[in-house]
């Protein structure tokens, strides 16, 4: 969104708090084929900062996690983290393109929390303009602190970075497809959930909670006085008890961990009907936090919703011999495999 190129891009970087992970993809009759994938868990202290030392490292992880995997594409897409993007859709009326240009600047300045000279804007029109005159426009705003940052850790990688764009457009491509329904995709990472509602395949809401993965983790430690090690492994261990079992209970110490997360799924849902006047129809879980055992099916009770894990790799060819493995994985990484395929039409 924020860079353009016409040229085709194969490698899908996802820079998470915890963890880096790379998806590699080429045309292949106009599908997307897997060629390699990669994963490096990375502290959490390490995520995108300020200091050289921090984006050394981070570049160094990139580096690393392609040479193992095997990776031959220099050229990359990456994505901004939800927390750092700013959205908002805007309605003006008809008007010609250097007219557009100086509404949709005056406008920034009403919706964007910082001053837009420090952001770096990008706008999109969602259709043209109605029996009433009007149309509507997505605006996108990054900081630019937050952009050079992502330039610094990739120029030190020797990657070409072709675009940087949000990870809701990269979620859009690899769980939702054509779907034009309502959709909500929550992607749970280690240190904060992000929860947006996709509606005519167009990123339309987004919000983002400090509460993901770890936070449960580390209610389970507390309670039961164990590393977080431990404490990892019980929580995929034992999750949340199945539903229909008969004695179908929720570990308090889980429930308690996540209710902050379901409370920001069920205002965000009000929050869309209300602006638009329409439901979501469907809930798509990703992020690593999203492989608690039975959690699709405690949130589908909460919510009253179809709930699933999505599936990245269900538009990607790949050999049917990785079909485990990858299906293991997918959760982890639906938006590296929405970025590997941004050009592929």
Not at 186 to 206: C, E, H, K, Q, Y
Not at 269 to 283: A, C, N, P
Request: hydrophobic residues 40%.
């Amino acid at each position: 969104m924020f860079f353009s190129s016409s040229k085709r891009s194969y490698l899908g970087v996802d820079i998470g708090s915890t963890s880096i992970k790379i998806v590699e993809l080429k045309e292949v009759n106009k599908a997307p084929e897997l060629v390699t994938y990669g994963l490096a868990e990375l502290p959490i202290d390490k995520a995108p900062g300020d200091s050289e030392t921090n984006i050394a490292d981070i570049a160094a992880t990139i580096t690393a996690t392609c040479e193992k995997a095997g990776a031959k594409s220099k050229q990359a897409f990456a994505a901004l983290p939800t927390y750092s993007v700013f959205t908002s859709i805007i309605s003006l009326p008809k008007m010609s393109k250097s007219e557009l240009k100086s509404a949709i600047h005056w406008e920034a300045k009403k919706v964007m929390p910082l001053p837009i000279e420090e952001m770096i804007l990008d706008p999109q029109i969602l259709d043209e303009p109605g029996p009433n005159g009007t149309m509507k426009v997505l605006l996108t705003g990054a900081p630019k602190t937050m952009v050079e940052r992502y330039l610094k850790i990739f120029q030190r990688t020797g990657l070409m970075l072709l675009g940087l764009e949000t990870e809701g457009f990269a979620l859009v491509r690899s769980l939702v497809g054509r779907d034009k329904a309502p959709t909500m995709v929550i992607d749970l990472g280690a240190s904060s959930t992000d929860i947006l509602v996709i509606d005519n395949n167009i990123p339309f809401l987004n919000r983002s909670i400090d509460v993901g993965g770890l936070h449960v983790t580390k209610a389970i430690s507390r309670s039961l006085n164990v590393s977080l090690a431990r404490a990892e492994q019980f929580k995929y261990d034992i999750g949340i008890k199945a539903l229909d079992s008969p004695t179908s209970e929720i570990p308090r110490t889980i429930e308690e961990a996540l209710t902050p997360i379901t409370n920001e799924i069920k205002y965000t849902m009000t929050l869309f009907q209300g602006q638009t006047k329409k439901s979501v129809e469907k809930v798509l879980l990703s992020g690593g936090g999203s492989l608690l055992v039975n959690f699709s099916n405690y949130l589908s009770q909460k919510l009253n919703l179809r709930v699933y894990v999505g599936d990245p790799w269900a538009r990607v060819r790949y050999p049917v011999e990785l079909k485990g493995v990858l299906q293991e994985s997918a959760a982890r990484f639906a938006i590296a495999v929405g970025l590997a395929m941004r050009d592929i039409k």
